[in-house]
């Protein structure tokens, strides 16, 4: 049996109307609150009870899917192409600061810069702590051996975040690697 547009249309009752509206409402909400949490989850209820409240044969109730599915679609395009150019991009919903360099940010190429440089251990390393190289601190980790603080530190290499360090002798000491100190 075929469904005509008309005996589709005749079939949205009061319930299915408020579980389309709802449903769509609680998507939309969800759009603008992070995560998948609880209108998410009801949103996506209530356009089921939608159409299975809808659903009085297999014909009507795929025609209703594709329905909720194109509605949701296009909500969801206008809303993606708002967030990248529209109203909701100058919103203060969407993050727009950037960390710049000149800003003093550093990214992760730019610690390169810092192998060969030498510091002192701000914190003990067995193996990971903290130096201090020229007044910037940063994360560091030795090659396995226990460092004390306070003892000078090369740049060895810089592996995405890892900082890697060796100890070096200053003032014609030896590097300290016993545990004694």
Do not use: N, Y
């Given at each position: 049996m075929e469904l005509t547009f008309a005996e589709f249309?005749?079939?949205f009752t009061l319930p299915v109307v408020i579980c389309l509206?709802?449903?769509i409402g609680l998507l939309i909400v969800e759009m603008f609150?992070?995560?998948f949490g609880?209108?998410?989850f009801l949103g996506i209820a209530s356009l089921v009870a939608a159409i299975l409240l809808r659903a009085d044969s297999f014909t009507?109730?795929?025609w209703m899917l594709i329905l909720?599915?194109?509605i949701v679609g296009v909500i969801l395009l206008v809303f993606m192409r708002s967030a990248a150019k529209g109203a909701i991009s100058r919103s203060p919903l969407i993050l727009n600061d950037q960390l710049k360099q000149e800003e003093g940010f550093m990214t992760t190429?730019?610690?390169e810069y810092f192998v060969g440089r030498e510091g002192i251990t701000e914190t003990v390393l067995r193996?990971?702590?903290m130096a201090n190289f020229d007044g910037v601190k940063l994360d560091v980790v030795s090659e396995g051996e226990f460092i004390p603080s306070n003892v000078g530190v090369k740049v060895l290499r810089v592996e995405g975040r890892r900082i890697l360090v060796k100890a070096v002798a200053k003032n014609n000491e030896a590097p300290p690697n016993d545990l004694s100190v």
């Open positions: 249309v005749q079939g509206v709802a449903g609150i992070p995560g609880v209108g998410g009507s109730a795929l909720v599915l194109v190429r730019d610690m193996p990971a702590g």
